[in-house]
């Protein structure tokens, strides 16, 4: 069982900057992919961006060139630094590890943190 914990949300102004930190246990940390989602009000979550083990990385059309995803192996940590915030960027963001096991391919999720863009 792999557990994720996210920090660093909260209430920032349109165009103004936040970096949102995933603390992953465990000691396969490097072998996995990871990813940032968030869930706006209402049932959908959608993908915000992902880094695969070997560093590459992924970022939804709508922050790319705002939002930059990158891992840090030796602190077991996912970050995911937001500049040029939106009004639309609103919601609940979720961190994600996804991992093969045998055949399957599993998906462990964080709690969530809240990032409110607002003037």
């Known amino acids: 069982q792999v557990q994720l914990v996210e920090s660093g949300g909260g209430l920032v102004q349109p165009g103004g900057s936040l970096r949102l930190s995933c603390a992953a246990s465990?000691?396969?940390?490097?072998?996995?992919?990871m990813g940032w989602y968030r869930q706006a009000p209402g049932p959908q979550r959608e993908l915000v961006a992902t880094i695969t083990s070997g560093g590459s990385t992924n970022h939804v059309d709508s922050v790319k060139g705002r939002f930059t995803i990158s891992r840090d192996n030796a602190k077991n940590t996912v970050y995911l630094q937001m500049n040029s915030l939106k009004p639309e960027d609103t919601a609940v963001y979720y961190c994600?590890?996804?991992?093969?096991?045998?055949?399957?391919?599993?998906?462990?999720w964080g709690q969530g943190t809240q990032v409110t863009v607002s003037s």
């Open positions: 994600n590890a996804q991992l093969r096991v045998a055949f399957d391919i599993r998906n462990y």
């Open positions: 465990g000691s396969g940390f490097s072998r996995y992919t």
